[in-house]
Protein backbone atom coordinates (compact mmCIF):
# COMPACT_ATOMS: atom_id res chain seq x y z
CA UNK A 1 0.00 0.00 0.00
CA UNK A 2 2.97 2.14 0.75
CA UNK A 3 4.45 1.45 -2.49
CA UNK A 4 1.47 1.97 -4.33
CA UNK A 5 1.60 5.85 -2.90
CA UNK A 6 5.13 6.13 -3.80
CA UNK A 7 4.44 5.55 -7.68
CA UNK A 8 1.52 7.52 -7.58
CA UNK A 9 3.40 10.45 -6.21
CA UNK A 10 6.52 10.25 -8.07
CA UNK A 11 4.21 9.56 -11.75
CA UNK A 12 2.50 13.02 -10.61
CA UNK A 13 5.61 14.53 -10.47
CA UNK A 14 7.00 13.77 -13.86
CA UNK A 15 3.67 14.79 -15.58
CA UNK A 16 4.65 18.41 -14.21
CA UNK A 17 8.25 17.91 -15.87
CA UNK A 18 7.24 16.38 -18.97
CA UNK A 19 5.52 13.81 -20.51
CA UNK A 20 7.43 10.13 -20.93
CA UNK A 21 8.60 8.93 -23.59
CA UNK A 22 7.92 5.95 -22.28
CA UNK A 23 4.95 3.88 -23.46
CA UNK A 24 3.70 2.00 -21.07
CA UNK A 25 5.47 1.71 -18.88
CA UNK A 26 4.02 0.58 -15.41
CA UNK A 27 6.73 1.60 -12.87
CA UNK A 28 7.90 5.30 -12.11
CA UNK A 29 11.21 6.35 -12.02
CA UNK A 30 12.53 8.85 -8.84
CA UNK A 31 13.63 12.34 -9.89
CA UNK A 32 16.81 12.16 -8.22
CA UNK A 33 17.88 8.79 -9.62
CA UNK A 34 18.00 10.62 -13.45
CA UNK A 35 18.90 13.87 -13.12
CA UNK A 36 19.72 14.28 -16.67
CA UNK A 37 16.67 12.85 -18.22
CA UNK A 38 14.77 15.25 -15.74
CA UNK A 39 17.13 18.06 -16.79
CA UNK A 40 16.15 17.13 -20.50
CA UNK A 41 12.51 17.56 -19.55
CA UNK A 42 12.49 20.94 -18.30
CA UNK A 43 14.65 21.87 -21.44
CA UNK A 44 11.60 20.33 -23.74
CA UNK A 45 9.27 22.74 -21.38
CA UNK A 46 11.39 25.91 -21.40
CA UNK A 47 11.81 25.18 -25.84
CA UNK A 48 7.86 24.34 -26.00
CA UNK A 49 6.94 27.58 -23.58
CA UNK A 50 8.97 29.93 -25.64
CA UNK A 51 7.92 28.35 -29.11
CA UNK A 52 4.27 28.96 -27.86
CA UNK A 53 5.08 32.76 -26.48
CA UNK A 54 7.06 33.89 -30.37
CA UNK A 55 4.32 32.95 -31.73
CA UNK A 56 1.64 34.38 -29.59
CA UNK A 57 3.58 37.23 -29.89
CA UNK A 58 3.75 37.07 -33.74
CA UNK A 59 0.04 37.17 -34.28
CA UNK A 60 -0.36 40.02 -31.80
CA UNK A 61 1.72 42.24 -33.48
CA UNK A 62 0.09 41.21 -36.72
CA UNK A 63 -3.12 42.42 -36.18
CA UNK A 64 -4.58 45.47 -36.06
CA UNK A 65 -6.74 44.97 -33.00
CA UNK A 66 -4.77 42.32 -31.47
CA UNK A 67 -7.26 42.21 -28.29
CA UNK A 68 -10.28 41.51 -29.83
CA UNK A 69 -8.24 38.48 -31.23
CA UNK A 70 -7.41 37.17 -27.96
CA UNK A 71 -10.72 38.15 -26.01
CA UNK A 72 -14.09 36.26 -26.42
CA UNK A 73 -16.99 37.44 -28.57
CA UNK A 74 -18.89 39.38 -26.20
CA UNK A 75 -15.47 40.77 -24.64
CA UNK A 76 -14.75 41.99 -28.27
CA UNK A 77 -18.24 43.10 -28.73
CA UNK A 78 -17.66 45.34 -25.62
CA UNK A 79 -14.27 46.49 -26.06
CA UNK A 80 -15.11 48.05 -29.76
CA UNK A 81 -18.08 49.26 -27.97
CA UNK A 82 -16.33 51.26 -24.97
CA UNK A 83 -13.67 52.10 -27.56
CA UNK A 84 -15.65 54.13 -29.64
CA UNK A 85 -17.63 55.35 -26.60
CA UNK A 86 -13.96 56.66 -25.13
CA UNK A 87 -13.81 58.99 -28.78
CA UNK A 88 -13.68 62.43 -28.61
CA UNK A 89 -17.16 63.89 -28.88
CA UNK A 90 -17.63 66.49 -31.05
CA UNK A 91 -20.22 68.80 -30.98
CA UNK A 92 -21.49 70.32 -33.97
CA UNK A 93 -23.45 73.63 -33.87
CA UNK A 94 -26.64 73.23 -36.27
CA UNK A 95 -26.31 75.13 -39.50
CA UNK A 96 -28.99 77.76 -39.52
CA UNK A 97 -30.58 78.40 -43.08
CA UNK A 98 -29.19 81.51 -43.46
CA UNK A 99 -25.43 80.11 -42.36
CA UNK A 100 -26.37 77.31 -45.84
CA UNK A 101 -27.62 79.75 -48.38
CA UNK A 102 -24.34 81.77 -47.50
CA UNK A 103 -22.13 78.74 -47.58
CA UNK A 104 -23.83 77.71 -51.26
CA UNK A 105 -23.63 81.15 -52.49
CA UNK A 106 -19.91 82.56 -51.06
CA UNK A 107 -17.22 83.08 -53.07
CA UNK A 108 -13.74 81.89 -51.99
CA UNK A 109 -12.93 84.92 -49.83
CA UNK A 110 -15.83 84.42 -47.95
CA UNK A 111 -18.40 87.26 -49.98
CA UNK A 112 -21.73 87.25 -50.71
CA UNK A 113 -23.86 89.71 -52.60
CA UNK A 114 -27.24 90.58 -51.08
CA UNK A 115 -30.28 92.09 -52.75
CA UNK A 116 -33.64 92.36 -50.28
CA UNK A 117 -37.23 91.69 -52.28
CA UNK A 118 -40.80 92.10 -51.42
CA UNK A 119 -43.90 90.91 -53.85
CA UNK A 120 -44.27 94.20 -54.94
CA UNK A 121 -40.46 93.92 -56.47
CA UNK A 122 -40.73 90.82 -57.45
CA UNK A 123 -43.80 89.92 -59.60
CA UNK A 124 -42.93 89.49 -63.24
CA UNK A 125 -41.14 92.47 -65.54
CA UNK A 126 -40.67 94.43 -62.10
CA UNK A 127 -37.74 95.19 -60.24
CA UNK A 128 -36.16 91.97 -59.80
CA UNK A 129 -36.07 90.96 -63.57
CA UNK A 130 -34.34 94.36 -64.58
CA UNK A 131 -31.75 93.49 -61.99
CA UNK A 132 -31.38 89.86 -63.30
CA UNK A 133 -31.09 90.57 -67.20
CA UNK A 134 -28.58 93.23 -66.01
CA UNK A 135 -26.45 90.55 -64.81
CA UNK A 136 -26.40 88.54 -67.70
CA UNK A 137 -26.33 91.87 -69.85
CA UNK A 138 -23.75 93.22 -68.18
CA UNK A 139 -20.06 92.87 -69.03
CA UNK A 140 -18.18 90.51 -66.68
CA UNK A 141 -21.41 90.03 -64.57
CA UNK A 142 -22.93 86.99 -65.82
CA UNK A 143 -20.67 84.72 -63.72
CA UNK A 144 -21.30 86.80 -60.31
CA UNK A 145 -25.12 85.64 -60.49
CA UNK A 146 -24.16 82.60 -58.82
CA UNK A 147 -22.75 84.41 -55.69
CA UNK A 148 -26.35 86.58 -54.83
CA UNK A 149 -28.76 85.87 -52.81
CA UNK A 150 -31.96 87.66 -52.58
CA UNK A 151 -33.26 88.36 -49.26
CA UNK A 152 -37.37 87.81 -49.40
CA UNK A 153 -39.53 90.01 -46.39
CA UNK A 154 -42.79 87.78 -47.79
CA UNK A 155 -43.27 84.40 -48.74
CA UNK A 156 -45.07 85.90 -52.02
CA UNK A 157 -41.31 87.15 -52.74
CA UNK A 158 -39.75 83.86 -51.80
CA UNK A 159 -41.64 81.86 -54.17
CA UNK A 160 -41.16 84.20 -57.03
CA UNK A 161 -37.58 83.91 -55.98
CA UNK A 162 -37.12 80.15 -56.34
CA UNK A 163 -39.01 80.33 -59.77
CA UNK A 164 -35.98 82.41 -61.32
CA UNK A 165 -33.21 82.71 -59.15
CA UNK A 166 -31.02 79.75 -57.49
CA UNK A 167 -30.01 81.79 -53.63
CA UNK A 168 -33.02 82.73 -52.18
CA UNK A 169 -33.84 83.72 -48.25
CA UNK A 170 -36.58 84.12 -46.67
CA UNK A 171 -37.20 86.40 -43.24
CA UNK A 172 -39.41 84.84 -40.82
CA UNK A 173 -41.58 88.22 -40.01
CA UNK A 174 -45.07 87.93 -38.35
CA UNK A 175 -45.67 90.92 -40.22
CA UNK A 176 -44.62 90.26 -43.72
CA UNK A 177 -47.64 90.61 -45.36
CA UNK A 178 -47.41 94.21 -44.17
CA UNK A 179 -44.02 94.48 -46.00
CA UNK A 180 -44.80 92.66 -49.29
CA UNK A 181 -46.40 95.84 -50.54
CA UNK A 182 -45.08 98.68 -52.41
CA UNK A 183 -44.21 100.61 -49.61
CA UNK A 184 -43.59 104.26 -50.88
CA UNK A 185 -40.87 106.01 -49.59
CA UNK A 186 -40.50 106.51 -45.78
CA UNK A 187 -43.76 105.52 -45.25
CA UNK A 188 -43.85 103.10 -41.97
CA UNK A 189 -43.57 99.83 -43.98
CA UNK A 190 -40.73 101.43 -46.08
CA UNK A 191 -38.74 102.27 -42.78
CA UNK A 192 -39.73 98.51 -41.69
CA UNK A 193 -37.99 96.98 -44.75
CA UNK A 194 -34.74 99.27 -44.34
CA UNK A 195 -34.40 98.35 -40.75
CA UNK A 196 -35.39 94.97 -41.23
CA UNK A 197 -32.90 94.57 -43.52
CA UNK A 198 -30.04 96.18 -41.64
CA UNK A 199 -30.50 93.56 -39.16
CA UNK A 200 -29.89 90.70 -41.69
CA UNK A 201 -26.45 92.36 -42.89
CA UNK A 202 -25.41 92.72 -39.00
CA UNK A 203 -25.74 89.20 -38.31
CA UNK A 204 -23.88 88.47 -42.07
CA UNK A 205 -21.11 90.47 -40.56
CA UNK A 206 -21.13 88.61 -37.23
CA UNK A 207 -21.44 85.36 -39.23
CA UNK A 208 -17.99 85.72 -40.86
CA UNK A 209 -18.90 87.27 -44.12
CA UNK A 210 -18.12 90.07 -46.45
CA UNK A 211 -20.73 91.26 -47.89
CA UNK A 212 -21.59 93.72 -51.07
CA UNK A 213 -24.82 94.54 -50.38
CA UNK A 214 -27.25 96.01 -53.73
CA UNK A 215 -30.67 97.24 -53.80
CA UNK A 216 -32.81 95.68 -56.84
CA UNK A 217 -33.42 98.52 -58.13
CA UNK A 218 -29.53 98.75 -59.77
CA UNK A 219 -27.78 97.92 -62.96
CA UNK A 220 -25.35 95.80 -63.30
CA UNK A 221 -23.42 96.92 -66.35
CA UNK A 222 -19.72 95.87 -65.14
CA UNK A 223 -18.24 93.77 -62.79
CA UNK A 224 -17.66 96.13 -59.90
CA UNK A 225 -14.93 94.59 -57.61
CA UNK A 226 -11.68 96.03 -59.33
CA UNK A 227 -12.98 99.49 -58.89
CA UNK A 228 -13.10 99.02 -55.05
CA UNK A 229 -10.32 100.22 -52.78
CA UNK A 230 -8.65 97.28 -51.46
CA UNK A 231 -8.04 99.00 -48.05
CA UNK A 232 -10.93 100.16 -46.95
CA UNK A 233 -13.23 98.16 -44.23
CA UNK A 234 -16.75 100.01 -45.29
CA UNK A 235 -17.50 100.88 -48.74
CA UNK A 236 -20.43 103.04 -50.07
CA UNK A 237 -22.42 104.55 -52.52
CA UNK A 238 -23.20 108.79 -53.40
CA UNK A 239 -26.27 110.47 -54.47
CA UNK A 240 -24.15 113.09 -55.00
CA UNK A 241 -20.01 113.15 -55.17
CA UNK A 242 -17.86 115.83 -54.57
CA UNK A 243 -14.30 113.99 -55.94
CA UNK A 244 -13.17 112.92 -52.75
CA UNK A 245 -13.27 109.62 -51.89
CA UNK A 246 -12.22 109.94 -47.84
CA UNK A 247 -15.20 113.46 -47.23
CA UNK A 248 -17.76 112.32 -44.68
CA UNK A 249 -19.85 114.86 -46.34
CA UNK A 250 -20.56 113.09 -49.29
CA UNK A 251 -24.18 112.74 -49.66
CA UNK A 252 -24.21 108.88 -49.37
CA UNK A 253 -26.67 105.74 -50.36
CA UNK A 254 -26.82 102.77 -48.29
CA UNK A 255 -28.56 101.03 -51.69
CA UNK A 256 -24.73 99.99 -52.77
CA UNK A 257 -22.46 98.93 -49.82
CA UNK A 258 -19.57 97.11 -49.82
CA UNK A 259 -18.39 95.70 -46.07
CA UNK A 260 -15.53 93.76 -45.03
CA UNK A 261 -16.12 91.21 -42.11
CA UNK A 262 -14.38 92.31 -38.84
CA UNK A 263 -14.14 93.49 -35.64
CA UNK A 264 -14.68 97.12 -36.59
CA UNK A 265 -17.43 96.57 -39.13
CA UNK A 266 -19.18 94.39 -36.54
CA UNK A 267 -19.22 97.01 -33.82
CA UNK A 268 -20.11 99.91 -36.32
CA UNK A 269 -23.03 97.68 -37.74
CA UNK A 270 -24.57 97.22 -33.85
CA UNK A 271 -23.90 101.18 -33.50
CA UNK A 272 -25.24 102.02 -36.44
CA UNK A 273 -28.47 99.47 -35.93
CA UNK A 274 -29.04 100.55 -31.98
CA UNK A 275 -28.84 104.06 -33.36
CA UNK A 276 -32.43 103.95 -34.74
CA UNK A 277 -33.88 104.26 -31.61
CA UNK A 278 -32.01 107.46 -31.14
CA UNK A 279 -33.39 108.67 -34.31
CA UNK A 280 -36.79 107.25 -34.86
CA UNK A 281 -38.76 107.28 -38.05
CA UNK A 282 -35.50 108.01 -39.93
CA UNK A 283 -33.86 105.53 -42.43
CA UNK A 284 -30.63 103.86 -42.40
CA UNK A 285 -28.73 106.82 -44.34
CA UNK A 286 -30.06 109.44 -42.07
CA UNK A 287 -28.95 107.83 -39.10
CA UNK A 288 -25.85 106.93 -41.15
CA UNK A 289 -25.14 110.62 -41.59
CA UNK A 290 -26.01 111.40 -37.88
CA UNK A 291 -23.36 108.96 -36.24
CA UNK A 292 -20.60 108.97 -39.09
CA UNK A 293 -18.29 111.90 -36.67
CA UNK A 294 -19.69 110.44 -33.30
CA UNK A 295 -16.38 109.43 -31.35
CA UNK A 296 -17.79 105.81 -31.04
CA UNK A 297 -16.92 105.61 -34.37
CA UNK A 298 -13.79 107.36 -34.70
CA UNK A 299 -12.09 105.29 -32.38
CA UNK A 300 -13.13 102.52 -33.84
CA UNK A 301 -10.91 102.60 -36.59
CA UNK A 302 -13.32 102.08 -39.31
CA UNK A 303 -11.69 103.06 -42.71
CA UNK A 304 -14.64 104.71 -44.22
CA UNK A 305 -14.71 105.33 -48.52
CA UNK A 306 -17.35 106.73 -50.43
CA UNK A 307 -17.81 105.74 -54.44
CA UNK A 308 -17.30 107.72 -56.94
CA UNK A 309 -21.03 108.42 -59.33
CA UNK A 310 -18.74 107.63 -62.52
CA UNK A 311 -18.42 104.31 -61.55
CA UNK A 312 -21.37 104.10 -59.73
CA UNK A 313 -24.05 106.15 -60.90
CA UNK A 314 -27.90 107.17 -60.51
CA UNK A 315 -30.85 108.72 -61.39
CA UNK A 316 -29.63 111.22 -58.86
CA UNK A 317 -26.25 111.80 -60.68
CA UNK A 318 -25.84 109.25 -63.59
CA UNK A 319 -22.53 108.32 -65.12
CA UNK A 320 -20.88 110.69 -67.04
CA UNK A 321 -18.92 107.97 -68.92
CA UNK A 322 -20.90 104.87 -70.29
CA UNK A 323 -17.75 103.63 -71.01
CA UNK A 324 -16.65 103.07 -67.19
CA UNK A 325 -19.72 102.88 -65.27
CA UNK A 326 -20.37 99.58 -63.17
CA UNK A 327 -23.66 100.64 -61.93
CA UNK A 328 -26.82 102.24 -62.30
CA UNK A 329 -29.26 103.00 -59.92
CA UNK A 330 -32.83 104.10 -59.66
CA UNK A 331 -32.44 106.93 -57.08
CA UNK A 332 -33.99 110.07 -56.32
CA UNK A 333 -37.11 108.17 -58.47
CA UNK A 334 -40.15 108.11 -56.30
CA UNK A 335 -42.73 105.13 -57.14
CA UNK A 336 -42.09 101.34 -58.23
CA UNK A 337 -43.91 102.30 -61.37
CA UNK A 338 -41.59 105.42 -61.72
CA UNK A 339 -38.20 103.09 -60.95
CA UNK A 340 -39.32 100.54 -63.24
CA UNK A 341 -40.42 102.31 -66.73
CA UNK A 342 -36.67 104.39 -66.56
CA UNK A 343 -34.70 101.29 -65.28
CA UNK A 344 -35.94 99.70 -68.55
CA UNK A 345 -34.96 103.04 -70.03
CA UNK A 346 -31.21 102.83 -68.86
CA UNK A 347 -30.86 99.56 -69.73
CA UNK A 348 -31.87 99.70 -73.22
CA UNK A 349 -28.86 103.07 -73.21
CA UNK A 350 -26.55 99.87 -72.32
CA UNK A 351 -27.64 97.46 -74.93
CA UNK A 352 -27.32 99.98 -77.83
CA UNK A 353 -24.22 101.12 -76.27
CA UNK A 354 -22.82 97.03 -76.76
CA UNK A 355 -24.11 97.09 -80.28
CA UNK A 356 -21.84 99.87 -81.42
CA UNK A 357 -19.31 98.07 -79.82
CA UNK A 358 -16.75 101.10 -79.76
CA UNK A 359 -16.02 103.71 -77.22
CA UNK A 360 -17.99 106.71 -77.41
CA UNK A 361 -17.16 110.30 -76.78
CA UNK A 362 -20.78 111.30 -74.69
CA UNK A 363 -22.51 109.54 -72.77
CA UNK A 364 -26.63 110.52 -72.88
CA UNK A 365 -29.14 108.08 -70.74
CA UNK A 366 -32.76 108.85 -71.79
CA UNK A 367 -33.73 108.66 -68.18
CA UNK A 368 -35.48 112.15 -66.31
CA UNK A 369 -33.90 114.17 -63.64
CA UNK A 370 -34.86 112.78 -60.31
CA UNK A 371 -37.93 110.88 -61.89
CA UNK A 372 -41.06 111.33 -60.11
CA UNK A 373 -40.18 114.37 -57.69
Known amino acids: MKSLTTDSSSFSGYELAGPSNTVGRAKSRSIGSDSSTGQRDVLRVVLLFTTVALSCLLVYK ?82 LLKHVIAVCLDSKAYDRCMLVHSHCYLINATDSEELAGKNRFMSPGYLKLIWRRMDLLKEVLSLGYNFLFTDADILWLRDPFPRFFSNADFQISCDDYNGKPSDKSNHVNSGFTYVKANNKTRNFYKYWCDSSKRFPKRHDQDVFNSIKNDPFVTELGITIRFLDTVYFGGFCEPSRDINVVNTMHANCCIGLDNKVKNLKAALEDWKQYLLVNKTVTETKWNIPPRCGY
Open 62 to 143: SVDKPLQVMLPQWKTSWYSQNQTSLRPIQHTKPVSELERVLMNAAMEDNTVIITALNNAWTVPNSTFDLFLESFQTGLGTGR
